[in-house]
């Protein structure tokens, strides 16, 4: 037959304490510590993205507007009339007579 497995009681004057078992409480205790742990971790790691991501968003609105910026630069320095100007002050072209113009096709 199975053995009856022996508590410690202890009485006294009517009252009865069972010595509950050690190492379940123990494992019961270390489950919920790693489960706190774990849960503490993933916090801190989703607060730290949280962080680089507001970084990393801050830098593509600063990129962004520096690509307005250059776009801007682009399209003034790309004038036709400026354009004009340097080839006739710097470079000393002039307008073609019309017998200069070849057409070939």
């Known amino acids: 037959m199975a053995e009856a497995v022996s508590q410690t009681v202890v009485r006294i004057t009517g009252f009865s304490f069972y ?3 050690l190492g379940s ?3 019961a205790m270390l489950l919920v510590s790693l489960l706190s ?6 916090r801190i790691h989703a607060i730290n993205l949280e962080y680089d991501i507001s970084s990393l968003e801050r830098d593509i609105s600063g990129q962004q507007q520096q690509l307005k910026e250059l776009n801007l ?3 003034f320095l790309a004038r036709d ?3 004009e100007e340097l080839a006739r002050k710097k470079l000393g072209l002039r307008t073609p007579a019309p017998g200069q113009i070849i057409r070939i096709e």
């Open 19 to 21: 010595r509950p078992r």
């Open 25 to 27: 409480v123990f494992v």
């Open 37 to 42: 742990l774990l849960f503490v971790w993933s």
């Open 73 to 75: 630069e682009v399209s």
């Open 81 to 83: 009339k400026r354009i």
